[in-house]
């Protein structure tokens, strides 16, 4: 089963990141960018079966940093199945 678990800074948390890509932006002649936020996308292959919590575990205690960071957790192959 594909999971992907999205990852972001908690709002208020500074994001050196992001600013250096928004400085970058503007650099390149891109107006209107307001504000960037940089995150990261985990793809995960795990068992058919792996229940949410199992998920919720591996992301509280590996994937993301719970003091800084929230993380989202999505599971693909439905999304398209719904379509």
Do not use: W
């Amino acid at each position: 089963m594909k999971v992907r678990v999205h990852v972001s800074l908690k709002p208020g948390v500074l994001d050196p990141q992001g600013r250096a890509v928004h400085h970058a932006l503007e650099g390149l002649g891109f107006d209107g960018v307001e504000d960037v936020r940089v995150g990261r996308l985990i793809e995960l292959d795990v068992a058919d079966g792996t229940s949410q919590a199992t998920l919720d575990d591996m992301c509280r205690k590996l994937l993301a940093n719970m003091v800084i960071e929230n993380y989202r957790i999505e599971f693909p192959a439905e999304a398209q199945g719904a379509v």
